[in-house]
């Protein structure tokens, strides 16, 4: 015992508790029990000081299992006691004495035990009832000042004895009742030493005792010393992670000093990523709790960043499901390891909503956090998430900027559809939690203007519906049903696709719903036809996939159609005949190709089949008797045929009289010609077979067109519909279609039982009739167009159906009829101009055409409407309404194109008094071509074989694919990629009925996805490189043969027009293809490489697959090779554009110079018609201020380059004649010259814009280098405002002025600040510029007295806030001359009105008394000062009289 003695005596020495000393403890502690089982119970006498002491002062100590008893209060207790040790003779030996007593007395453990437990209530003790607890007689030990030194001693050296010990027979745990001994101790004497045993004891002890002891420290030490055994903490953290919980608890409950809370939240921070599943939310907690509104942002940032929860959850999973194939009962266990990691991540998530919910500036945080995450990459599932948590405990006004900034990550394509399918995946327990938010947040979306926040919104809907249970399901079904009959189209079309996507991969769950989708059944009136076939596909998928289960959406439906035939409105008859032919093609749905039955039952029921049959028997029957609701009805059906999923029953219906019916009602057997009965002449046209001979066939479609027309004039008459079937030409397009498919199902794709109609003629009239149509009577004006159009139709729908085919002799019919329609276009213009006010048969039924662009759009007057537009918009031009755009698209680029390339004509046409008709206008009258005809663009020479009557080869002639030809089918294959590949994530969707005359003619283009389009474009590529090439050497050849003139004479001019259409078309074609947004697209990615590889191996052909870099390096390479080519002004734009496009894929800056160097080569070119005549007009202006926009914008220098041309080229152009241009840049003329200052002088704004203030401290050079771009501003903004002395029409003027003043605010903003830091050093520099523009305000000046004399109000409206800048501009310099110490340098007088040539204004000179001299301001040659200047109207300078006081300058004010 001397050794301990020793050992609690030492305060010098630090105290170590070391494995030998806890070895000899446990000895000890064996010998202890073994007297503990032989001693009696009974109370404890003997002669020490230990138990005498005690025993006077009031505690008796007992054997057993018996408490010791005290007999007095606690607090006489210690004091008696403390009195009888300070007044014993032997003191302070006697201390000693007592702590020997003590530690015999607990070597038994009995005995010890009753020490560390709370004594006993005497019966006879004095004030034994005085406290209802009594503390143990250790704690009451360590109360005492004298005892707790040796005391504490004494325990710490007794808890080695019990740290290894297992669960004892009594279950008491001996470390954890010592070490509450050392809580809530009234004083401690010595609590430094009491600290650093405690961080002994924690270094040695086992990892139970360690975490005991860890919790209690709060409680044990002082507040001196929390920031010592924090530190202490902080090491051990590092050291083992087991101790996280227990060590963050106690950091919680400390007070510590900021700077080390900031320390070991860093240390906390760092071990994040190693922390266990299970004490994730402690330590979550902490940071968040010890986060301040000063660091807040930077805590979460960096708590975004190490909290990896894809890393927390899925190991789990796995290991779960790797111990489910081991063995079952370590699959429970794993189960439950699974579930322990989503409880754990659900709990964290707990705390994080917590936090957001009471602390204001964490919220804030979490919201910054996320916005300053700038790409895809850095964001997590946890801010989704976080997102969610901030939306639901947010107030009304935090909510609007949680709802904000999801937008906006969506729009930046930030948080896509891969980070909502992890959350939803992986923390489903989570986000249902917060599903009111979900359901709200997929509402907003979904409503949103912006194309990628609709698809986002629409797939939130959709993992819902997926992921949670049926109250949720319902909600989202409910939530779709109303977006469905908000009315709004983009609303509608992508509820009605999410319904068909859950439809198709959950019908079993969705059919326990479908009672919410019937209810749309009341809301059809404002839905579209495509809306409508949506519609009904997924309610006769619920209805009919169950059998009787959806007997009465079935009855609903059966009700509804026939109500809907029966009408006579053709919008309701419309609804109906697409509603049928969906049921029956959900009805009769071939289910074998998914789920194999066997080949002995039929897959369809009778009943079933009855029911398909008595449907399309209804529908035939109630749409025979009108031509567009037959035609309507065919199309439906052939786009149900073509879709190869129909049971054979039904489809063997449906193809058994289509043949034969079409013979019957449209082919007749050709005979020889006799005088007509019809309103026009009949003739046989367009035979590709043989020569007109009997026993052929021939389309007999004049004979159908003329009685049509008369039997609806005789109805009109009637005033009612006659009940007998229609046979009219309108549905015959759409018959053959429907035929054409049935074939193709039969024969597995083979046409040729119905290849006699590829090449048979039709019945038409004498064509030469078009050239005399203005001889014709109204009636036969409006025959012969309608004639034209329904022969056009047909073709189409020919070149659609035999475009696939294989066979050499079908290759060169094709073309053939591509060179028909293309005749007939010619001809149709013709017959549209002559007939004004004509509206075409329809061709597309399943559009609801409004009658509105009937009247305008198709005919003659509205051709003649739009002439009259342009000539409003040239009107404006010239009266300056100053509005640009950026670029050279037009809404319509073929229009732009054909306008171009017909400019010759249309100026003839113009001189004769005819109309243009642009045929674009007319989409909606003619049938829409299949991506499918655009394989003949890989065709080559073909070579078409003409028999005789013995089908023997006659004669050979070769057919080929032409550029008229070419023009048609790449005008069509444009307008498609234009529809369908949106260029920007951040398209605008259209809303309420502006979409519909945007979708009329691509009803068969919207049945495929922008993926598979893009696809199809890709597979295009090769072909159309060829045909771009074929272009470029076209031109090249042209320009080499004509010694780089391109205008020779006798050129055939009409053919270089139709090829310059050609390489526009090419080039804005695969600018739309690369252009597509979804190219972002991680799962596009392979797409686009596949699409550079195309063009990079055009050329240089390459083995092995290339990185994206190199790839899009030589695409750049060989479209950059075109630019030599190029044959007009808008096809070089569209080239830049390209270039563009191709660049932004790449991430190298290496192409910007490039693209300014053709942009600048393309400038510097003379563009030529082939006709010899300079390129001009509004869309020649607009492509060439697109080009200028992109020089400057892609320059290195953009002051040097707006130098060069108002330095070098505009003196070049006042040099040459009054048609000439500038040698330097020939584009620049006087006609263009608007385009090029409004250019020069908007790049001028922006470029001074970007040169920043800077600050006092900046180095010199950066002051030198930002003055020095300031002076070659200034210079060139001096040169461009004295332009307008020579240069002095409306338009200029407007430009100056609005731009001046722009120039002048930015030169306030930021190049005063930095005149104010550097004049002192820079005074030349300074001076030469305020000298320089000096003289721009001058002119500014005398521009404002200019207009205001002309009384022009547009112009007028700039002179204010311009004047209003001037003043202050003279302010600002005696301003920045007094910050200076260089007041007395500023002097000011009065600056006289003046006219844009520098003359006097007349009324003011008259009315001058004093002088006749300008009393100007001048800047001295060492000094700077500025002008001010003077009003109009003859009354005192405008200069502020604060100005004039502070200088103490009397000036003489002229009056009238």
Known sequence: MVAKRRLSKSTNEPDEITTKDVARAKKRKIGGRKQTISAQEGEVDDGTVFVQSLKSAGVTLKYGNQPNKLTLDQAVFQKKLYQALRKHPRYPNVIQE????????????????????????????????????????IKLLLGIEILQSPVMNTLFEKIPEFMYDGVPEDGINMPRLIINQFKWLGRIVDSKDLTSKIIQLISVAPLEVQRHIITSLPEILEDAQHSEIAKELNCLLQQNTQLTVPILDALSSLNLCTELLVEVRHSVMSTLSAVKLDDLPVVVKFILHAITAADAVEVITELRKNLELESCVL??????????????????????????????????????????????????????????????????????????????????????????????????????????????????????????????????????????????GSQMYKHTFMTFDSYCQQEVVGALVTHVCSGFTTEVDISLDVLMDLVSQSLSTMAVYAIF?????????????????????????????????????????????????SSTLSKYKRIG??????????????????????????????????????????????????????????????????????????????????????????????LPETDSKYLLPLKSMYNLDEEDTEGGIVINLLPLLSNSMTSAESENVAGKQGNKKCISPVSLASFFRLLRFCEEVQHSGNLEEIDALLGCPLYMTNLELVEKIASLSKQEQELLCSLLFHTLNWFREVVNAFCKQQDTEMKGKVLLRLQNITHLQVLLEKCLAATPGYVPPLANFDVEITEAPLTTAPAAPAKKGKKDQKSKKKQKSEDNKNSSTDSSQTEDPAEETQVQSENTQGKE??????????????????????????????CGLVTKSVLDTELHTKATEVVQLSSPELVFLLEDLYHKLDYMLVTTATNKMLFLKVQGDRDVGFSHLRQKTPQALAQFAVELLNPLCNHLENAHNYFQVLIAENNGVVDVRGADVKEQQQMAACYQLLLQILNTLFAWCGFAQHGNRKLLKLALGVLANRLKAGDGELELEELVRQTFRYLQNFHSSIPRCATAVTLTQLLIVIAKKSLDNQYKGKIASIARGFLCQSWVLPTGEKEKGNKYNEALETLLCIYLKHADDVLKSVEEIAGVGIPELLNSTKDGSSNTFPTLSRQTFLVFYRVMMRELDKSVKSISAGLPTDPTEVQTEKLLRWNVAVRDFHILVNLVKVFDSRPVLAVCLKHGRLFIESFLKQGMPLLDNSFKKHREDAQSLLKTLQLSTRQLHHMCGHTKLNQDTNLTNHVPPLKRLLELFVCRVKAMLTINKCQEAFWLGNLKNRDLQGGEILSQAESQQESGDDEESELPEDNAEEESEEDLDGGESDTRKATKDDEGISEDSDSD
């Open 577 to 670: 005949i697409i509603g049928a032919v969906m049921m029956v093609g959900c009805m009769a749905y071939d289910r074998s190709k998914i789920e194999p039955i066997s080949s002995d039952l039929p897959s369809m029921s009778k009943e079933s089949f009855r029911q398909a049959t008595a449907l399309l028997e209804l529908v035939r029957t109630c749409s025979e008797h009108s031509a567009e609701a037959a035609a309507l009805y065919y199309d439906e059906l052939a786009n149900l045929v073509q879709k190869g999923n129909l049971d054979p029953q039904v489809q063997e219906l449906i193809g058994r009289s289509v043949l034969d019916d079409f013979q019957e009602d449209f082919v007749v057997d050709l």
């Open 909 to 938: 046409n113009i001189e004769e008094g005819k109309v243009l008709i642009n045929l674009n206008n007319y989409r909606a009258y003619f049938r829409e071509l299949d991506t499918d005809v655009f394989i003949v663009l890989r």
């Open 98 to 137: 007592f702590i020997s007593g003590l530690e015999s007395h607990i070597e038994d453990r009995d005995k010890f035990r009753n020490c560390l437990f709370p004594c006993g209530q005497s019966q006879e003790g004095e004030s034994s009832n005085s406290v209802s607890y009594q503390e143990s007689l």
């Open 315 to 456: 190991p789990s999973q796995m290991q779960a499901s790797q111990d489910k194939r081991k063995q079952k009962s370590v699959m429970g266990a794993s189960v439950n390891q699974v579930n322990s990691g989503h409880d754990c991540v659900a709990i964290m998530f707990n705390v994080i909503k917590a936090a957001v919910r009471f602390q204001k500036a964490t919220a804030e945080a979490w919201i910054k956090a996320i916005e300053i995450a700038d790409s895809a990459a850095e964001h997590k599932v946890i801010d989704l998430l976080v997102l969610l948590i901030l939306h639901t405990t947010s107030t009304s006004n935090g909510k609007k900027q949680v709802e904000k900034l999801f937008r906006s990550k969506i729009r930046l394509s930030h948080v896509g559809d891969q980070l909502l399918q992890v959350a939803f995946r992986s923390h489903a327990l989570v986000v249902r939690e917060y599903f009111p938010s979900v359901l709200y947040l997929a509402q907003i979306l979904l409503r949103s203007p912006d194309g990628s926040v609709v698809s986002f």
């Open 517 to 565: 989708v019937k209810g749309i059944l009341d809301y059809m009136d404002n839905l579209s036809p495509q809306q409508i076939r949506k519609l009904f596909f997924v309610l006769g998928t619920l209805a009919f996939s169950r059998g009787q289960d959806g007997s009465h959406i079935q009855d609903d439906m059966h009700i509804v159609i026939r109500k809907q035939l």
